[in-house]
Nanobody
């Protein structure tokens, strides 16, 4: 059974940095695309970033481009999201997602496996 476990969320002041991690287990993730989505209270889940497991191509939403960096450690089956220059509007639950055949990295329906989420709160 595939499991995704997020960690590293917390409370940070505006302008600060935080790194969240997603540890994948249950199978080999070679060839899987990993994504980060977030959902703020009262809002729909939105795409943040994604990375192809093979080749390492990365994708970002316009709202986080230049501030967030997605990376992965294949040996550890772990994906990271480094968040710099955090703003109050980045406050949300951040979810990790994975799939072997992602037809659109920015669409949540493209992903089969999801973690439980980790809360990121940015105080202004």
């Amino acid at each position: 059974q595939v499991q995704l476990l997020e960690s590293g969320g917390g409370l940070v002041q505006a302008g600060g940095s935080l790194r969240v991690s997603c540890a994948a287990s249950g199978r080999t993730f070679n060839g899987y695309t990993m994504g980060w989505f977030r959902q703020a209270p009262g809002k729909e889940r939105e795409f943040v970033a994604a990375i192809r497991w093979s080749g390492g191509s990365t994708y970002y939403s316009d709202t986080v481009k230049g501030r967030f960096t997605i990376s992965r450690d294949n040996a550890k089956n772990t994906v990271y999201l480094q968040m710099n220059g955090l703003k109050a509007e980045d406050t949300a639950v951040y979810y990790c997602a994975a799939d072997s055949s992602v037809w659109d990295v920015g669409v949540s329906r493209s992903y089969t496996y999801w973690g439980q989420g980790t809360q990121v709160t940015v105080s202004s």
